[in-house]
């Protein structure tokens, strides 16, 4: 059963998003919260909580066990950019870029042998 939490307009670039992506995927979902926990990056507190909000999902919705999912798919696409100009020197101005990022939990249950 696919369980799904996305988390839109998070005011963190995708780059930095997706290196946390990267060291949770596929792994079981207690053990990818343990290392968003301990985990020192700003994202961290984000992807934690679209991760509990996936484990809620599962739970209420369609009734799965927290131990029997893993995290299958997670992906980070980028969102708009709030274009700003910031002043230099001799009357210039530089643009920059506040990037957002869109970030996608999927669940999924691990196989259990019998």
Excluded at 68 to 80: A, R
Aim: glycine fraction near 2%; include cysteine; charged fraction near 35%.
């Amino acid at each position: 059963m696919l369980v799904k939490a996305s988390l839109n307009y998070l005011h963190i670039s995708p780059r930095k998003v997706r290196l946390l992506a990267d060291l949770i995927r596929k792994q079981k979902v207690q053990q990818a919260r343990a290392f968003l926990d301990f985990c020192v990056k700003r994202g961290s507190l984000p992807v934690r909580k679209l991760l509990d909000s996936a484990v809620a999902n599962a739970k209420n919705n369609f009734e799965l066990k927290e131990e029997d999912l893993f995290i299958k798919e997670i992906k980070v696409d980028e969102g708009p950019k709030m274009k700003r100009w910031r002043a230099r020197s001799k009357g210039r101005a530089m643009p920059i870029q506040k990037k957002t990022s869109h970030v996608t939990i999927v669940l999924d249950t691990v196989a259990v042998k019998e």
